[in-house]
């Protein structure tokens, strides 16, 4: 079945580094892939998305292409701020997100002043 | 736009007990889901409702779970009796599932979470 590999945290940065949280899935077809942001005590959020091969989802400064040689779906962020840290969780959906939605586990990102 | 509304937040019950989980989602959307989230994992869907039918409810552990979505709107999650395994955090979502979407992209948005003690 379809299955969501994430990058294992916690992940601790400062203020102004680089950021990659890698992604991985399996799954026939072509499926579509998100990254869902957490921040403490609210609900998931949609970050940014990508459906088909080859697209660049990007937002807040964040980015993952859809890389379907590779099966994957990497987050980066060129300089990250202290309000992001929060959980982020890699996903997909076989179709266009109204099917179920297929999530990693999630990685805890904090940084520090 | 008011969001997705769960309700409670936060419940603490004892095991053998029932308990109920209520969601308003975003008005207009059509497709609502429960999903399940276990500490330090990412959710899974439990189940996944079209207007008042549930079209996939495969995960949904029906000896002691039940969910309604009366008149396709507001839902309601059952579990009876609890077990200490169901602690947990329990999310709702919605999305707009239009008939004609084709190749558009139906968001899901996501509430709060209820998040269930069992003890």
């Known amino acids: 079945g379809d299955s969501v590999t994430q990058m294992e945290g916690p992940v601790t940065l400062s203020e102004e580094a680089f950021l990659t949280i890698n992604c991985t899935y399996t799954?026939?077809?072509?499926?579509?892939l998100f990254w869902y942001v957490q921040y403490p005590g609210e609900g998931l959020q949609l970050l940014l998305k990508?459906?088909?091969?080859?697209d660049k989802g990007s937002n807040k400064g964040f980015e993952a292409t859809y890389r379907k040689e590779t099966t994957s779906f990497h987050l980066e962020k060129g300089s990250v701020q202290v309000s992001d840290s929060a959980v982020y969780f890699c996903?997909?959906?076989?179709?266009?997100?109204?099917?179920?939605?297929?999530f990693g586990t999630g990685t805890r990102l904090t940084i520090i002043p | 736009e008011a969001g997705v509304v769960q309700s409670p937040r936060y419940k603490i019950i004892e095991k053998k007990q029932p308990v109920a989980f209520w969601c308003n989602p975003i008005?207009?959307?059509?497709?609502l889901y429960w999903y399940l989230q276990n500490l330090g994992q990412g959710p899974e869907l439990l189940i996944r409702?079209?207007?008042?039918?549930?079209?996939?409810d495969s995960q949904l552990p029906k000896d002691r779970f039940s969910a309604e979505r009366l008149k396709g709107v507001d839902s309601t999650l059952k579990i009876q009796p609890a077990e200490l395994g169901d602690s947990a955090v329990y999310l709702c979502?919605?999305?707009?599932?239009?008939?004609?979407?084709?190749?558009?992209?139906?968001?899901?948005?996501f509430g709060p979470g209820t998040r269930l003690t069992v003890l």
């Open positions: 979502a919605s999305s707009l599932d239009s008939p004609t979407s084709g190749s558009s992209y139906n968001e899901q948005f």
């Open positions: 799954a026939t077809g072509y499926p579509s």
């Open positions: 990508a459906t088909k091969a080859d």
């Open positions: 996903a997909l959906s076989r179709y266009f997100g109204n099917e179920k939605l297929t």
């Open positions: 008005s207009g959307h059509n497709t």
């Open positions: 409702y079209e207007n008042e039918e549930a079209v996939d």
